[in-house]
Every structure is written in structure tokens, then in C-alpha cells.
């Protein structure tokens, strides 16, 4: 999602007041609040075909999917932010007595926006990576048939593999669901001129 620089020195404890009470969704981050408009109908075409599918496959398992209503608090570097789409497997674990904050997501989704990407690949990421629960992380982009897959392996390392072809599919081995490209992108136009052929790996 876009984020708007207004920055407002608080504690997470005011922030967690003010968003509460807020019409908008605000990031929060280093005592600054980062206000965060509405996302494009791609944006929310997309967002949405991937929680339909996951909610589907998830429904008889012990796990929830949420939309991007659900703040999630990475509890070691004090972010509280709003993924698109979180997956909790198990007990989910929730902040303070309102029980509105996510501290244990499973699967982390964020659709890109050009200007969120760059956060979205580094500074978010690196938040993110410091949850200990958290087993994946997805990108996927709205202009064209893209998605890179973040996976977290049994020795704290992460590989990254990417997906560029409507035919394509995946395994979220965390959570034992597959993630076909034609379904994420289903509705919704984008440039294939810029979506390659060939499916990239790197370590």
C-alpha cells in the first residue's frame, strides 16, 4: 500500500488509541505515524482472488486468513503495520486486551505498488524477518504476472524464488496450500509485455 509521510512522534500505545478510533489505516514505526490511503481495483482484485483461495484450502485446517484489516506487530523492532493478507497456523496470539493485533503470522502477502516496492523488498522485509513465527513471505505485483516467494529454512536463511508465467503454480509448504498464478491474476489486466516467459531462482 502507499504510504503518505505525516510524521507524528507517539508511543505505540497512543498510535494503538488513534487507529482505533480512526476512520484510515495508519502505519506505525520508530514513534511516527504513516497515514495509508485506499489501494487501486487491481490492487483489491488481487488481494482479494488470493484470500479466496486460501480461505478455501484453509477452512478444515487449524489456520486463519485475514485481510488487510488485521494489524500485525512485529514485537522486536515495535513496527505495527497492515499486510495485505496474513495466514496464522495454530493459536493465534494477539496483542493487549483488544485483541486486534496479530504478534504470530505464519504467511505474510503484500501486493506492490510502485510506490511501495522498494520498502516492501527491504526495510518492511527486514521487519518482518524478525518474527519468529514467520515461515513465508509473498510479493506479487499489479502491473504484470509477477510473483517472488520469501521462504524462511530450518537454519534462519531465506530463499527467494519468482513466478512470471500465468501457468504457473506453487506450494506454500507452511501452511500446505497452492497458489496458482492464472487464479491470483483472474479479472485483472496487466502489461505482459513485461512478464517474462521463464521462472527466475536465485539462493
Not at 496479530?102 to 523488498?121: F, G, W
Not at 527491504?122 to 513465508?136: C, G, T, V
Request: charged share 25%; hydrophobic share 35%.
Amino acid at each position: 500500500m502507499t504510504l503518505l509521510q505525516e510524521p507524528t512522534t507517539v508511543t505505540a500505545a497512543e498510535y494503538l488509541v488513534r487507529e482505533r478510533a480512526a476512520e484510515t489505516k495508519s502505519e506505525y514505526s520508530r514513534g511516527e505515524i504513516r497515514p495509508m490511503p485506499g489501494a487501486s481495483r487491481r490492487h483489491n482484485l488481487i488481494a482479494t482472488n488470493i484470500l479466496a483461495s486460501l480461505h478455501i484450502q484453509l477452512r478444515k485446517q487449524p489456520c486463519e486468513v485475514y485481510p488487510s484489516d488485521m494489524r500485525v506487530k512485529v514485537e522486536a523492532t515495535g513496527l505495527i503495520t497492515y499486510p495485505d493478507i496474513s495466514v496464522v497456523c495454530g493459536e493465534p496470539h494477539l496483542d493487549d486486551s483488544y485483541k486486534d493485533t496479530l504478534l504470530n503470522p505464519t504467511v505474510l502477502i503484500e501486493v506492490l505498488s510502485p510506490s511501495t516496492a522498494a520498502y516492501d523488498r527491504s526495510d518492511k522485509f527486514e521487519n518482518y524477518r524478525q518474527i519468529p513465527s514467520l515461515q513465508a513471505y509473498l510479493l506479487v505485483a499489479q502491473d504484470k504476472i509477477h510473483v517472488e516467494y520469501y521462504s524462511r529454512q530450518p537454519d534462519n536463511t531465506w530463499i527467494f524464488i519468482e513466478f512470471r508465467r500465468a501457468s504457473d503454480h506453487f506450494v506454500l509448504a507452511s501452511i500446505g496450500c497452492t497458489l496458482a498464478l492464472e487464479d491470483i491474476y483472474e479479472k485483472v489486466t496487466v502489461d505482459q509485455s513485461q512478464s517474462q516467459s521463464m521462472n527466475g531462482q536465485s539462493q
